[in-house]
C-alpha cells in the first residue's frame, strides 16, 4: 500500500524517554545486515511481511526491527503497535530516497535501500550481497548487561555516525477485529517502541554504559537494538555502520 505525501513532512523524532525492563539477553555478534520493517495493522498487504520479518527475527542473523506505522489507522482500525515516531522515521528515510511518499510493507537495509517487506528472498539476497558493494556492516558493535549495567562496545573504523539505542517488544500476538486485515489474527516480532540517540562516533573505540535504574523504566521491553547510524542532516538518516541486537529471555506478551 502506497501513503501519499502529506502536506508537511514530519521530522525524525528519536530524542525519547530511555529505558527497558530486565533484558537477560543473547546477543547476535556479527549480524549480516539490520531490516528495519515499516508495517501496519490496517495494511491489507502487510501479513506476510509480518511473517518475514519473524522468520529474520527468529534465525536470528540479522538486526530485525519492525516499525508500525500510524498512517492507515483511518481505514477503520488503529494499530495496537504504531506510533508517530515510526512514521517519522518512515518519511525521514523518504526525504534520504529522494521519494515523495511511503508505503507499506517497506523494508529498509542498513539504512541505504529500500525493498518490498514481503519479499524474503529478495532481502536474503540483498543482505548477503551488500557487504561486498561496500554496503555492509563494518563498524563492530558488542553490548551485554552484567552488573546492572548495559554495557556497549563500538570498534574503531572510518567517518561519524550517532550511537541509537531502539527498545522492542519481543513479540506480541494481536486479534485484529476491524479494518482491512478484519478477523486475522497475527504475530508480530519486534515492535520497535522507544529509540534514542545516546552518544557519538567519531571513528574510535568508544564504551558506553548506561545504570540499571534506566534499564527497568519499560516493562514491555523485550530486546534492544544498538545501531551506529550516519546522518545526513538533523533529521534525516543515513547509512547504518555497524549494529547488534540483544532479546529478553521471555517475549512480552
Avoid at 530524542?15 to 515499516?38: D, N, S, W
Avoid at 520479518?53 to 508500525?68: K, N, P, Q, S
Wanted: charged residues 20%; contains cysteine; glycine residues 10%.
Amino acid at each position: 500500500m502506497t501513503m501519499p505525501k502529506p502536506t508537511l513532512l514530519h521530522c525524525l523524532a528519536i530524542a525519547l524517554t530511555l529505558g527497558a525492563g530486565a533484558v537477560h539477553a543473547q546477543e547476535i555478534t556479527k549480524p549480516r545486515g539490520v531490516v528495519e520493517l515499516f508495517t501496519s495493522q490496517g495494511c491489507s498487504s502487510c501479513p506476510p511481511a509480518d511473517k518475514a520479518l519473524e522468520t529474520l527475527a527468529r534465525e536470528g542473523e540479522v538486526v530485525a526491527l519492525a516499525y508500525h506505522v500510524d498512517y492507515w489507522n483511518y481505514l477503520g482500525w488503529a494499530d495496537t503497535l504504531a506510533s508517530k515516531d515510526n512514521t517519522d522515521r518512515q518519511y525521514a528515510y523518504a526525504r534520504m530516497f529522494g521519494r515523495n511518499g511511503v508505503y507499506t510493507p517497506q523494508v529498509v537495509l542498513n539504512g541505504r535501500e529500500h525493498i518490498n517487506g514481503a519479499d524474503l528472498a529478495g532481502i536474503r539476497n540483498r543482505i548477503a550481497a551488500m557487504p561486498q558493494e561496500g554496503k555492509g556492516l563494518e563498524v563492530p558493535v558488542d553490548v551485554a548487561v552484567k552488573n546492572d549495567e548495559l554495557r556497549i562496545h563500538v570498534g574503531p573504523g572510518e567517518g561519524k555516525a550517532n550511537i541509537v539505542i531502539a527498545y522492542f517488544e519481543q513479540q506480541r500476538t494481536i486479534n485484529i477485529d476491524e479494518g482491512e486485515n478484519r478477523g486475522k489474527t497475527v504475530n508480530y516480532w519486534h515492535a520497535v517502541t522507544d529509540m534514542e540517540t545516546i552518544g557519538m562516533w567519531e571513528g574510535k573505540e568508544t564504551n558506553l554504559v548506561l545504570p540499571a535504574d534506566m534499564l527497568k523504566k519499560k516493562k514491555k521491553a523485550g530486546g534492544c537494538a544498538v545501531l551506529i547510524q550516519r546522518m545526513q542532516s538533523a533529521d534525516t538518516p543515513g547509512a547504518i555502520l555497524g549494529a547488534t541486537v540483544l532479546t529478553g529471555e521471555h517475549a512480552s506478551r
